[in-house]
Nanobody, 122 residues
């Protein structure tokens, strides 16, 4: 059974850091790429970052470049999103996804976790 389980969200002050984790089981980790998306209240879901499991190429949206880093521990079937210098506008539910190819469109991913809330206070 394919499953993605996120953790690591929480409440943090602006300027702080959080590390999100996503543990994949079954076929969810046999996909080609894994990504993080987020959805803030009243806004559309947006791409945050993605990583190619073989090779390790990464992609990050412009607004978080230099602050967010995506990485993977293939031995643990886990993908991480290290978030530094957090801003109130980073507040959102963050979702982990896996797919057959890299994409910035959430609809192109086959598996999705339940999400983890990140709240950044000013």
């Amino acid at each position: 059974q394919a499953q993605l389980v996120e953790s690591g969200g929480g409440l943090v002050q602006a300027g702080g850091s959080l590390r999100l984790s996503c543990v994949a089981s079954g076929r969810a980790f046999s996909r080609f790429a894994m990504g993080w998306f987020r959805q803030a209240p009243g806004k559309e879901r947006e791409f945050v970052a993605a990583i190619i499991l073989s090779g390790g190429s990464t992609y990050v949206r412009d607004s978080v470049k230099g602050r967010f880093t995506i990485s993977t521990d293939n031995a643990k079937n886990t993908v991480y999103l290290q978030m530094n210098t957090l801003k109130p506008e980073d507040t959102a539910v963050y979702y982990c996804l896996s797919g057959s190819y890299y994409s910035t469109s959430i609809d192109d991913y086959q598996y999705r976790g339940q999400g983890t809330q990140v709240t950044v206070s000013s």
